[in-house]
């Protein structure tokens, strides 16, 4: 055998075990995450405690934490747990966020399961619109009959995700946040700066792993203190 073909067969044999490694922890990875949902689920129907924060949670499958190695790593679970620490008191979370969800889906099959009266704090994260590339006109109608459910005091919307694509989707948020008094959670400034960095994203791609939900919780954390503060 020659030098060249045996060098070839080396190198096709690390790049199998490269492709291999890659497949088993995707789909590890994937099978884990196939359990979040329950839990979200399980937590929602936990008894409220006296004096608890009321947290409910709508969005896609970023909000339901998917790529974290626990859902309490995500954002909905990150900011309960700041919530607990800052204020002292029990924080009840109804995170009834759906995989791919837009937000039309939100309006049809989110809303409907939240007290949105009863909630202390709302979360919203989706960029299923963006990925979709769902007409700008339909994102734009939806998104403001949305906002319009939402209780500005009490409602924190995300930034979009850097994306290709994300310039008009953003755009579109920002002015109907803005016309209504919503926070956003900044998602670029993070993102640009501390947040930027290539260990964050999840075997799951486009989906980040623990450490990048927690820069996505920075980027909500200064909203979330304008709310605890106003309340």
């Known amino acids: 055998m020659s030098k060249r073909k045996r060098n070839t067969m ?29 839990y979200w689920q399980d937590k929602a129907n936990e008894p409220v405690p006296a004096n608890a924060i009321r947290l409910v949670a709508l969005g896609d499958s970023t909000m339901q ?21 800052k204020t002292g008191r029990p924080v009840h979370v109804t995170n009834v966020s759906e995989g791919a969800a837009t937000i039309q889906d939100i ?8 007290d949105l009266n009863g909630a202390g704090l709302i979360i919203v994260s989706t960029s299923s619109d963006l990925e979709r590339r769902v007409p700008l006109d339909t994102y734009r109608a ?3 009959t949305l906002l319009r459910t939402l209780p500005p005091g009490k409602t924190i919307v995300s930034d ?17 946040a803005d016309e209504r008094g919503i926070r956003r959670a900044d998602f670029a400034t993070i993102f640009n700066s501390e947040g930027r960095r290539l260990d964050i994203f999840s075997w799951l791609f486009p989906h980040l792993n623990s450490k990048g939900y927690y820069y996505w919780f920075l980027a909500f954390k200064p909203e979330v203190d304008q709310v605890v503060e106003a309340h």
Do not use: C, M, T, W
């Not at 490269?18 to 995450?33: D, S």
């Open 10 to 38: 080396i190198l096709a044999g690390i790049v199998l075990v490269l492709i291999l490694f890659i497949g088993i922890n995707v789909a590890l990875a994937a099978r884990h995450a196939a359990s979040f949902p329950k």
């Open 65 to 85: 934490a998917i790529g974290a190695a626990y859902p309490d790593e995500g954002i909905a679970g990150r900011i309960a747990g700041y919530l607990r620490a």
């Open 142 to 144: 939806a998104l403001r």
């Open 107 to 114: 309006i049809d099959h989110q809303l409907p399961k939240v």
């Open 160 to 176: 979009l995700p850097i994306e290709p694509g994300r310039d008009a989707y953003q755009a579109v948020l920002q002015q109907a």
